[in-house]
Structures are given as C-alpha cells and as structure tokens.
C-alpha cells in the first residue's frame, strides 16, 4: 500500500475550502507584497509564541540571518551552534562573515551537548545558535545561565519546533530572538518559501524589518544595505488558515510517536529518539538510529521497497561538509557523537492524520529487515 513521508495532499483536502477562499480573496484584491494580511499573520505568530513582536520574512534561512545582522554579529565574531542540522543554521553564520564554532550533539536526543558548551567558548565568541532539531527543544535553562554569565546573545533556530515547548514556554520565546521556516515540510508549511522572526526586543525586530525591505526607513531612502525578504500576502493568507489547526496537528504527530514507541519497543538494533521531561516535542521529525550505516541503508531499502517513505538526516554532520574547504583557517573539529550518525539517523514517517495501519505497516518493514 505504501506510506508517504510526509501527506500534504490530505492536509489540502481537510482545508481545502478554507485554502481556497483565502488565496481566492488575495487574487481578487490583486494586492501580493505586505499589508493587513501578513500584519495579521505577525500578530498571530507572536501571540502563539508569546513574544512581543513577530517579523515575517522569505524563508527561514533569511529568518536567520536577519537576525544575526540585525545584532551587528560578523567578522571577527565566533558563534557556536550544532553540527546536526540543516545547513542554513551555518550558512548564515558564515554569511555575515562570522565563524561557526561547533559543540557535540548528545545521543539519543540529538540536541546540542550543552554540558560541552562552556569549553568552546573564547574570547571570539559572541552568540549561540542553538537548534531544537526535529522539534524537541533544547535544555535552554543551563544554556541561557552560561551565555548570561560569558555575556553572549542567544539566538533560536526554532524552524523545526514551531509549537514546542520548554518549561511551558514555547519554541520562539527562549532566547534574544528567534526563526521559524514555513516550507511546506515543516510543522506549519505555506505553499511555497516562508520564514518569520520572533522577539521580544522591540528594536531588533525594527532593524530585522527594516533590513528584509532593502533598508529602508522611507521609500527610496535607505539608511542600510538591506536585502529583499519579504513574505508574500498569499502565503500569510494561507498560513492564517492552517495556524489554528498547528496545535491539533503537532497532538497528532505525539500520538503517533507515542505507537512508535510501542511498536518498537524493545526492538534490537534500532536506537528510538531520547525524549525529555522538560517540554513537549512535536516531531517534525521522528528519527532512528540504525547500528551501522550498512543496517541504515538495509531498512531503508526494505522500506522503500514496500512504498514507504523515509530519508537519512543527516547523511554527514556539518562540520564535515566540504564547504568549509573555502573558510579561512578552519580546523575540523572531532565531534564523535554527531559523526557517529552519519548515514544512520533517518525518518519514519510521523505525520498527523498517519494511521496505526500505516504505523504497523512501516515497522512490519523495518522489523522485517532487521530479521
Ligand atoms: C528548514 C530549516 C531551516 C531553513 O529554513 P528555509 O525556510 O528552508 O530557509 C533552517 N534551520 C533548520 C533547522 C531547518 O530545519
């Protein structure tokens, strides 16, 4: 029968009239840069986050690097983040001609190992990027205590948590600022590239706003070199539309975790994601660790053989990436735990609306390859 990944077909179907209406009403207006619809998307982002200020942008790499130069972070600055992420988390670093300095991940949960933070800090260093990769939130509170006392900025990339929490806080609200991705995968997709600020800080999100509409205080008078990152009015009309379903959505994909759980327990040779007590999780991703990249590949490919769809995150850590061949004076760093999920972490799929038929089917493949 087969499994997707990912079913946004039936996302469409359940909304579809709804969806339709909105980006009816958008094309009738024939208004697509800005105004009340994007505003009332910020204002309804920031007030599910709990933050004061929501600003959106094109997508969540730009999200990100509003951010970092927003806060002045650039040459000469270290920034510290994750080698286990998508590559935009770093990307943006090295964008504003920062360094990225990585810290190991800790098993099980695959978030930034915060006890080996403080060994990476110098004086260079002047923020920290962590991210709650595959929508489990980072242990903020001893992160935040040790940037508090080394002085350093603390920026969320929350592009896979939107929804999560940490202490009853939600993803978003943690830090100095924050950034979210709606491509269509993510918790919360638009159809197309999105991506949205969130912070506290009143000026940060003025500077963030400004740079995203080509630094401009007034039109045709710039006081920056800004960028163009602006979200389209069709893309917030739809995600004004699906929003109120996120919680109910993210409640789902729990649920389905929670059979996973079930169904694999106990299981030998298949490593299921360490969950924490701190918060709540919302699985953008329901990853596994396979005992060998050779087993990854063999359930992978049993799986893919019954229809079932699944993909490695992440084939290789960051830090390994040849990119940084280019970076001036960069030293590999040894990072065992991350480097020890390359070509071994991949998805189930763990999406709402998933049945237990579909869950029972996926781990009949995987168990069956597991022999
Ligand atoms: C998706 C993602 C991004 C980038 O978002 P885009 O909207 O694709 O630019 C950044 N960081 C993480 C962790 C992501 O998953």
Redesign the pocket.
């Known amino acids: 029968m087969g499994v997707p990944l990912l079913d946004l077909k039936a996302q469409y179907r359940e909304l579809k009239t709804e969806l339709d209406a909105a980006i009816g009403e958008v094309m009738e207006n024939a208004s697509f840069i800005g105004g009340p619809k994007v505003a009332a998307l910020e204002a309804e982002i920031a007030s599910y986050c709990g933050t004061a200020h929501a600003v959106a942008c094109a ?4 999200a ?1 690097f509003l951010i970092m130069a927003a806060l002045g972070i650039g040459k000469g600055d270290e920034v510290i983040t994750t080698p286990f ?2 590559w ?2 770093v990307e943006c670093i090295a964008h504003v001609g920062a360094t990225p300095v990585f810290v190991d991940i800790e098993p099980g949960t695959y978030n930034i190992d915060v006890s080996q933070l403080e060994a990476a800090i110098t004086p260079r260093t002047k923020a920290i990027l962590p ?1 709650h ?1 595959f929508g489990q939130c980072v242990d903020m509170d001893p992160l935040l205590e040790i940037a508090e006392r080394h002085g350093l900025i603390v920026i969320e ?1 929350a ?2 948590a939107i929804g999560a929490t940490y202490k009853g806080k939600r993803a978003g609200s943690l830090a100095r600022a924050a ?1 979210f ?3 269509p995968s ?1 918790n919360l997709g638009c159809a197309g ?1 999105g ?1 949205i600020i969130t912070t506290d800080d009143a000026e940060l999100a003025a500077r963030a706003r400004k740079l995203a509409s080509h630094g401009t205080s007034k039109k045709y008078y710039h006081d920056a070199f800004g960028t163009n990152s602006r979200l389209d009015t069709l893309q917030a009309a739809i995600l004004s539309v699906k929003l109120p379903h996120l919680d109910r959505w993210n409640a789902e994909r729990r649920a389905a975790a929670a059979v996973y759980g079930e169904l694999l327990s106990g299981v030998a040779g298949l490593e299921l994601p360490a969950m924490r007590e701190y918060g709540e999780a919302v699985y953008h991703l329901f990853i596994v660790k396979a005992e060998s990249a050779e087993a990854a590949e063999r359930i992978m490919t049993a799986m893919k053989e019954e229809g079932i769809g699944t993909a490695l995150y992440y084939p290789v850590a960051l830090h390994e990436q040849d990119a940084f061949a280019t970076l001036e004076g960069w030293v590999r760093p040894s990072l065992p735990v991350a480097e020890s999920c390359d070509a071994r972490t991949f998805a189930l799929p763990c999406f709402p609306g998933i049945t237990r038929a579909q869950q029972e089917e996926v781990v009949a493949a995987v168990k069956g390859a597991l022999g």
């Open positions: 997508n969540g790499t730009d990100l992420t998508f935009a988390t991210v990769i990339d592009c896979q950034a991705s709606f491509f993510k590239d991506g």
